[in-house]
């Protein structure tokens, strides 16, 4: 078995989303990292391996986790901008966002890969722990994208894959 997560492509991310959607999804890569400490948060979602050690983080910020939040659920999109407008995230798109970081977890799994799960979700607002906030914006093997997401429109994503 390889002890060495990898890091998806931004197409692979893309299809998940897309399909969990339902909806046309865009990418482009090269889009600034997206720290939660900003003014609004973000949702990160925390992926550990079997031994439960820190090996991939998720994060999206407030504008997208609420996008795709309302969107996976054919909520209109007026509901994502009043979420955006309060700053926090509803309980209802905070758990939609929150399945979709699960169904991500299938992008680090593959035969002969360590199984990682996502083991934590911190909501925006909410302090990470100092072992998860350190990785945060550092240069790991990262990919940092702009995703627009048809009919509800734009955010940012950041995946990291840490160790290996």
């Known amino acids: 078995m390889s002890d060495l997560t990898p890091l998806p492509a931004a197409k692979e991310v893309r299809d ?8 046309d999804v865009q990418v482009l890569t090269g889009g600034g990292m997206v720290d939660p400490a900003d003014e ?10 079997r031994r439960l050690q820190l090996s ?3 994060i999206m910020d407030l504008d997208l986790a609420a996008r795709c ?11 994502a901008e009043r979420a955006i407008g309060a700053g926090a995230l509803p309980e209802n798109l905070l758990d939609n966002a929150s399945e979709i ?3 991500l977890a299938s992008l680090f799994n593959g035969e002969g890969l360590p199984h990682l799960k996502l083991d934590a979700v911190y909501e925006p607002g909410q302090a990470l722990p100092a072992d998860v906030s350190q990785w945060v914006l550092t240069y790991v093997r990262r990919l940092d994208l702009d995703v627009d997401v048809k009919g509800y429109g734009p955010g940012r994503f950041s995946m990291l894959v840490l160790g290996g």
């Open 16 to 23: 998940v989303i897309a399909d969990l959607l339902g909806r």
């Open 56 to 58: 991939a983080l998720v």
């Open 40 to 49: 609004f948060g973000a949702l990160v979602g925390v992926y550990v391996d």
């Open 101 to 103: 970081l699960n169904v």
């Open 69 to 79: 939040g309302a969107a996976i659920a054919l909520i209109p999109s007026s509901g």
